[in-house]
């Protein structure tokens, strides 16, 4: 069974430019989540979405952050306009239900 | 809100050696718990979980006890091998949310 696919691995860019984030969920897995994973720090949930639906984002800042999982399955992050505050690794998980299965994460860099 | 505080690492041990990492939390209600472990290089994985008091996890001849009276749910390992070297995280989430908590994780080094 393929796992938690991401993209892309890793992604330097300069302050104030944008970037997206590719998450593909293990096939019939219907809760998907991102978390943010600070250098020294566990993750932290940035958005939940249940199919297509989000079901918690109250820690995405969505002034600069946004997510969609267009067809219950694939989704993406953006973050525009990035900040140096956001260097960290952005993590993906998938979950029939419980268990959370994770991506191996694409680690930020903002100069 | 719900919290998990985590021995603060790195922790170094030689091959064989006994392994405890702790592992305290705050949460509301009965929540389950949770370590997950990160290998070098790959994404988070589940070693082990208990979802009430007194349950107990195992997993790769890891160990953790559910401790409602002590908030507390630490790992354990008799004799650790070179290829546990890995971040270790302790986790919770509470009763009917699949909302992960997660500690800020120990970095856990084997050496032979």
């Known amino acids: 069974e393929a796992g938690v696919a991401q993209s892309p691995r890793y992604k330097i860019i300069e302050k104030r430019q944008s970037v997206a984030f590719w998450c593909n969920p293990i096939?019939?897995?219907?809760?998907l989540y991102w978390y943010q994973q600070i250098l020294g720090q566990g993750p932290k949930l940035l958005i939940q979405?249940?199919?297509?639906?989000?079901?918690?984002d109250s820690q995405l800042p969505k002034d600069r952050f946004s997510a969609e999982r267009l067809k219950g399955v694939d989704s993406t992050l953006k973050i525009q306009p990035a900040k140096l505050e956001d260097s960290a690794v952005y993590l993906c998980?998938?979950?029939?239900?419980?268990?959370?299965?994770f991506g191996p994460g694409t680690r930020l860099t903002v100069l | 809100g719900n919290s998990v505080t985590q021995m603060e690492g790195p922790v170094t041990l030689s091959e064989e050696a006994f392994l405890t990492i702790n592992c305290t939390y705050t949460?509301?209600?009965?929540?389950?718990l949770f370590w997950y472990v990160q290998y070098p290089g790959e994404g988070l994985q589940l070693l082990l979980k208990?979802?009430?008091?007194?349950d107990k996890g195992s997993n790769k001849g890891f160990e953790a006890t559910y401790r409602k009276e002590t908030t507390s749910f630490h790992l354990e390992k008799g004799s650790v091998q070179v290829s546990d070297s890995a971040v270790y995280f302790c986790?919770?989430?509470?009763?009917?949310?699949?909302?992960?908590?997660f500690g800020t994780g120990t970095r856990l080094t084997i050496i032979p």
């Open positions: 998980a998938s979950s029939p239900q419980g268990e959370q299965f």
């Open positions: 096939s019939g897995h219907a809760t």
């Open positions: 979405f249940q199919n297509n639906g989000v079901v918690d």
């Open positions: 949460a509301t209600g009965y929540p389950s």
């Open positions: 208990a979802t009430k008091a007194d």
């Open positions: 986790a919770l989430s509470e009763f009917g949310n699949e909302k992960l908590t």
